[in-house]
């Protein structure tokens, strides 16, 4: 496990074996974002009362983010600067409205996680038992951010849900009964590839 602070790299140590899943995805997987190759870089596995997902630490070489993967259904999100508005604000309240640069997103759900264990790069720690509040928050044109707490601070990001089919993910872990997508192509008609292919 290590973590990246900007340019630096820092070995944090060996965490304990992360619990099975059926993901097909794994450090090394590629993904297209905005015709953009991304490749996977490093997991975190949350567990909550109602079940688990996995945070994928996504980059692309200057523009890393995060791809949340939840039975099946993914979301790209990117880290953003945490808006004045909530800096010092109460934690939101289910169905609550908040406009942040002026556009009204409603709370649509809250949880509270615990990480299980994680893998490979990361931009912060993420040790076993590290516990994070979740505000999730739509939009009506279908945009989403999300809110984190923990003992770090709290962070903000935004992003989109998205298919899985328009990913066009490369190098699967091999799962039974899932069949790896072909390559797409760019919009400039080139193959996509991730960085290191």
Known sequence: MVVRSDVS?????????LPDDISPLRIGTGLVV???????????????????WNEWFIDDGTT??????A???FSVAFPLPLPPVLVDAPWPVLGATLDLGGTIYRVSDLKEATCRGSEGELPFAAPSGRVVRYADLNSPAGGF?????????????????VHGDDLGF??????EGWVEPPRRARS??????PPGS
């Open 145 to 161: 951010v999300s809110l984190e707490d923990s003992d770090e601070g709290r962070r903000f990001s935004s992003g989109a849900n």
């Open 34 to 52: 905005d015709d953009r190759a991304y490749v996977v870089l490093g997991r975190i596995r949350m567990y909550w009362a109602d079940g688990a």
């Open 9 to 17: 790299v820092a070995a944090i140590g060996t965490m304990a074996s």
């Open 64 to 69: 890393p983010g995060w791809l949340v993967e």
């Open 71 to 73: 039975q099946g259904f």
């Open 188 to 193: 400039d008609g080139d193959p996509e590839f």
């Open 170 to 175: 490369s190098n699967l872990r091999p799962v």
